[in-house]
């Protein structure tokens, strides 16, 4: 029978020339990737001496690699026996034929930069590193297949029938002479079995024709009459199946999984659907990396992601930008959240890089094919940056027919980048779609955001589109009583994501929704707001330790656990003498205290907010009128000037409380300046080319690098236009009282408007 055992323990890790010893999962990036400076890409070396585990004959002995990022190589003994590329999925290398009695494995991991194998530029940390579990696997001669993309040799297939039935297919692949393969199914209502044959006529998808030499496929069907089924939150039902492969009868191998009976799916009008119901998808976004650790995360602290989520109200989860790790599937499909699954196709198409999109898309379905939460096999993410060309489109039907060939029980997805157009032929490829849009804080105003899906769906009725990312960046620690886009404050995220969930109540036609982010994130390129290396969109710190505000505004939308929130905690000092108090609760009636006394009571939902004089410092509490034992309470107190730790430069403290002076325009306006529209800029010889000078200075600095080179669609270039240059520059974190906006003002100043007859 087999035998499962981890594989962490004294390894000498070697970096330039330095060693020392690990305990796996290990990254060398833990630190250095979570700073604005270049970080460690390279080639280390894992050494590990071991003895010969004692092996029955035939047994054959396997090393599992749960993730090494990103290309790496697996000796024993000197001798090469297997390379991989594609740093977040499963590979196995049998080590059999060349163990000795004493021996040394060798496994070389490479995170350097390269033209083939993804991601190789995108907004977050590729850690180096053998960062998830390394195991050792014993099995019997005949065995089910291990050396298929990972897989498990095993695969189950339910669909619901119109009848309310279950029809389940069982799908095994075994190497060697083993006769038999018995399912059994154990479930609420008792055990039910099935003996799989091989086919005459071998219908299979899963695997390619030319991986079945040396392996046979074994399979066959049962019927559930009456399923319990797998339906969200509101009940994860999942079925055990052990399956056991025989030999003159007597079992020798053996593997087990889980599955969940349900159907879903879309409609162009009203979203997507879960079992026959309305089942709007409302998530958020994850990476997998937290501070200090990288992603070399715990089982515990997998767990610890998952409970913040399903605290916030969460129903399904879009696992970016890459294969997770199967602890936190599992995790998704026991807690029953509905899971968007991709490979690292991202940002931009690399010519030389087909071949891995192709074999990373292969691993992603064959390791995660029985996973009851997942939905959809995502192709790329915002992979038109740079432009579409007719590579980059056949690389894409080429991985949609992929996963429809692999996979007729999901459907294919992609992520689209907010500037690309919406007739481009690359957004009709999936079954699905959805576009990331950052209007409010990257470009334009929120407003954008419905303007977008309205137009959307006025132009394309039949087409299933989602909001597939969205968010603001904010520091925790910034905070201001006028919040304004780019300003990096606590506040405006909070302004922000309000209305967001308005602008998506009123569109039912979005299947989905997910924010971006859940958790900050390490982002090395970037260097932001006063705090280096992260994404700061994240609703909860890096560290997962403090929610910010936006984060209840979510759970006043989606949970149904009972709280009351007061919002500006972290805003203790305050100048302003009369204070807005916001207050996020998922109840109906609110009531605030000051110091003690009620100072009112408000009906609504989500949303409550007072004006609160203030003199000196006061204890605020915010109750639910109808149930007081759900409170909330801070501490606020009046200042005489604002705190300089509110704002990322101390030298613009002065534009936090006064109110703003416009630049003085000359009576006839005759002359630029940076309260000129984009348009009328433009529309001058020489402002177009200051402007062109500008925009490709201010490409290299948003998200991290991430704009340089950029293709800006017409659509997006008209929205622009209607702004005024000074708002375009704060976007693009150049200071309005600096020496560079200086420069511009002065060199604008000089430039006569095109007049208008």
Known sequence: MRKTILFHDNYVFEKEGVTEKVTLPHT??????????????????????????????????????????????????????????????????????????????????????????????????????????????????????????????????????EDGSAEVQFDAYVRGDADEVHVVVDGDLGSQSVTLDIPEDDTQTLYEESALYGVRHFTGKLIIDYPHLWNGLKDPFLYKVTADLKKNGEVIDEVTTKFGCRSYSFDPERGFFLNGESYPLRGVSRHQDRLGVGNALTKGMHEEDMELILSLGANSIRLAHYQHDQYFYDLCDEKGIVAWAEIPYITVHMDGGRENTISQMKELIVQNYNHASIICWAISNEISLQGVTEDLLENHRILNDLIHRMDKSRVSAMANLFMLETDSPLVSIPDIRGYNLYYGWYVGEMEDNDTFFDQFHKEHPDTVIGLTEYG?????????????????????????????????????????????????????????????????????????????????????????????????????????????????????????????????????????????PIRGEHVIKAVCADNEALSDEMTIKKVSEPNPAYFMDATKVHNWFEEPKEEPVSEEGEYLSLNSTMAEIQATEEGAALLAQMMKQMQGSVAGGMGKNVKIPKAMMAMIARQPLKKLLAQGGIDAEGEQAKMLAAALGRIRKKQVK
């Open 28 to 161: 060398w990036n833990a630190v250095d990737g979570q700073s604005a400076s270049d970080y460690y890409r390279g080639e280390c070396t894992y050494t590990k001496k071991f003895a010969k585990p004692e092996l029955k004959s035939g047994e054959q002995l396997y090393l599992e690699i749960n993730g090494a990022n990103s290309s790496s190589k697996v000796s024993l003994n000197g001798k090469l026996l297997a390379s991989h590329d594609g740093g977040y999925s499963t590979y196995r290398v049998n080590l059999t034929g060349e163990l000795l009695d004493e021996n040394e494995l060798q496994i070389k991991v490479d995170n350097s930069p390269n033209d083939h194998v993804y991601p190789q530029k995108a907004d977050f940390t590729f850690y180096g590193g053998l960062y998830r579990d390394v195991k050792l696997i014993t099995v019997p001669e005949s065995h089910f297949d291990l050396d298929y993309y990972g897989g498990k040799g095993f695969y189950v297939t339910p669909e619901i029938k």
């Open 472 to 612: 603001a960046d904010s520091v925790i620690t910034l905070q201001s009583p006028k919040p304004q886009k780019g300003d990096y404050t606590e506040s405006y995220m909070a302004v922000y994501h309000e209305h967001m969930l308005e602008m998506i109540s009123k569109r039912p036609y979005l299947w989905g929704t997910y924010v971006w982010n859940m958790f900050e994130f390490a982002a090395a390129g970037r260097d932001e707001a006063g705090d280096p290396g992260k994404n700061h969109k994240g609703l909860v710190t890096f560290d997962r330790k403090e929610k910010k505000d936006a984060f209840y505004i979510y759970k006043a939308w989606w949970s149904d656990e009972a709280f009351v929130h007061l919002c500006g905690r972290r805003y203790a000092d305050r100048i302003e003498p009369v204070t807005e108090v916001k207050v996020y609760s998922n109840q109906r009636k609110i009531a605030l205290y000051v110091d003690g006394k009620l100072f009112g009571e408000q009906e609504g939902e989500h949303i409550f907010k007072f004006e609160v």
